[in-house]
């Protein structure tokens, strides 16, 4: 296939659009609209709020994916020159080795409800979780296709007093999730001030998504990415960023570089999982770099980046957008899962051809 090579590369814009339209089944309509890069006043209107106009993101293909022994053809929205290109880069090193292999851990959000002023937080806390499965029919009540599965509770002590963090665990399916885990939130709101006896102050969503993680691996023969002492260099490089958080902000730019521009390209929302990952990244207390490269026994070099992705396929500007649903067709995933999966593997991908600039030729030099 030309994805597979420079092929893809060295055609014009129109003819890479032809080979979508044969590669993905693109109708007439889609390739009109890609080509036209606009989207209509009044759907945008319909998307935002006081709009005025619409701004223009370059939207690109990065080739060269195997993910779970399927292969993509990556949308990427992105402004930045050589973000597509060091994606594809990186993406291209891992097909010695069969590509990457990504899990996940499934779709449950958390929603949570903040209960304040409870004159006895424990026996609040008891009362609540005796009485889950109330709060989990009036939850469930706001969808007919997502369901809250369970109900947690923590106390938080905080500046202002002991707070009572009650948790609705809710299975999304393929949608990002945000609104509805807001809508269940607010509708159990009454119920749980009710059995806790104080009162209820936010009710959200929470976009640290540890329940949604996504998992994807890869391991590379050292003579494919310049030989053992070049292996050392990315290794050293990773523990850089392990040790230091001035380095692992950037170490972690580089993968979101990657992840991002897909999210984008399919009308995700980009800053809910940026803030998920950036969290993620720092959960234990300190910030550390998302994924981490090391040396196998024998030589090779092997990465793994984990990293929560509250994605979806379904709802919201996934489903509004059009370019976005062209996007989705061109990517054929099936799932959100999916969809998270090819999206941490264009981080992965991105950071992988990164690490091998700086630690060789420099960055400045792609």
């Known amino acids: 296939m030309a994805s597979r090579s420079s092929g893809f590369h060295g055609l014009s814009p129109m003819d890479r659009l032809d080979y979508l339209r044969k590669f993905a089944k693109l109708s007439e309509e889609d390739v009109k609209l890609l080509s036209s890069c606009t989207l209509e006043l009044k759907l945008a209107d319909r998307m ?21 022994d399927r292969e993509y053809l990556v949308p990427m929205a992105t402004e930045q020159e050589s973000i597509i290109s060091m994606t594809t880069r990186g993406a291209e090193l891992t097909l010695v080795s069969g590509g990457f292999r990504a899990s996940n851990t499934g779709s449950t959000m958390v929603g949570q409800i903040q209960l304040m002023r409870a004159y006895d937080p424990e026996r609040a806390r008891k009362r609540i979780l005796a009485n889950k499965e109330k709060i989990l029919k009036d939850a469930n009540a706001q969808s007919r296709t997502r369901k809250a599965m369970d109900v947690e509770a923590r106390r938080v002590e905080t500046p202002t007093g002991p707070m009572l963090i009650i948790e609705l665990l809710v299975d999304v399916k393929d949608s990002m999730g945000a609104n509805v885990v807001n809508s269940m939130c607010e509708a159990v709101a009454p119920l749980v001030e ?51 958080p001035w380095r692992a ?7 979101m570089n990657g992840v991002s521009a897909v999210l984008l390209a399919t009308s995700n929302d980009t800053r809910a999982v940026e803030a998920g990952a950036h969290a993620y990244a720092a959960i234990t207390g300190r910030y550390c770099p998302l994924s981490k490269w090391r040396k196998t026994e024998e030589g090779d070099l ?15 500007a996934v489903s509004t957008h059009p370019i976005a649903r062209i996007a989705l067709k061109v990517l054929q995933v099936r799932t959100a899962a999916e969809l998270g999966e090819v999206a ?6 991105y950071n992988l051809a990164a690490l091998q600039a700086l630690v060789t030729i420099g960055i400045k030099s792609i």
Do not use: W, Y
């Not at 209820?200 to 998504?209: E, G, K, Q």
């Not at 902000?249 to 993968?255: E, F, V």
């Open 48 to 68: 935002i709020e006081n709009v005025i106009g619409v701004i223009s993101i370059p939207l690109g293909i990065a080739t060269g994916f195997i993910v779970n």
């Open 194 to 244: 009710q059995l806790g006896g104080g009162k209820v102050n936010l009710r959200v969503v929470s976009n640290l998504a540890v329940r949604r993680l996504v998992c994807v691996k890869t391991i590379l023969p050292k003579d494919n990415v310049g030989g053992a002492e070049v292996v050392d260099r990315i290794v050293s490089a990773c523990d850089f960023a392990e040790s230091d």
């Open 249 to 255: 902000a950037t170490h972690n730019k580089g993968i």
């Open 302 to 316: 092997m990465g793994e980046l984990i990293m929560p992705m509250a994605v979806g396929v379904v709802g919201g």
């Open 344 to 349: 941490a593997s264009a981080g992965l991908a």
